[in-house]
């Protein structure tokens, strides 16, 4: 049976337990003309997280050039995540 690769990645930016500094994250990234947006999640603790995310890109290639457009903005932080597939 071959693995399944999932329906793709998501640049991740950020993971705060506060809405307030998600939102500040978003308006930040934002000012540098790239697309995010907040996605809640339960925590490890069954808390709220506020995940600071850029839209699905299917291809991991497609996937690592969105990651370099937002390390070049200055967000170092920047990381992929894989969406799905698990």
């Given at each position: 049976s071959e693995a399944r690769t999932g329906p793709g990645f998501r640049v991740q930016l950020g993971s705060f337990a506060q809405l307030k500094f998600a939102q500040d994250k978003v308006?930040?990234?934002?000012?540098?003309?790239?697309?995010?947006?907040?996605?809640?999640?339960?925590?490890?603790?069954?808390?709220?997280?506020?995940?600071?995310?850029?839209?699905?890109?299917?291809?991991?290639?497609?996937?690592?050039?969105l990651l370099s457009k937002f390390k070049e903005a200055g967000f170092e932080e920047a990381f992929l995540t894989r969406v799905g597939g698990e």
């Amino acid at each position: 049976s071959e693995a399944r690769t999932g329906p793709g990645f998501r640049v991740q930016l950020g993971s705060f337990a506060q809405l307030k500094f998600a939102q500040d994250k978003v308006s930040e990234v934002k000012r540098s003309e790239l697309d995010v947006s907040i996605v809640e999640v339960e925590g490890p603790d069954g808390d709220t997280l506020y995940k600071v995310l850029s839209p699905l890109v299917k291809a991991r290639s497609d996937a690592d050039e969105l990651l370099s457009k937002f390390k070049e903005a200055g967000f170092e932080e920047a990381f992929l995540t894989r969406v799905g597939g698990e």
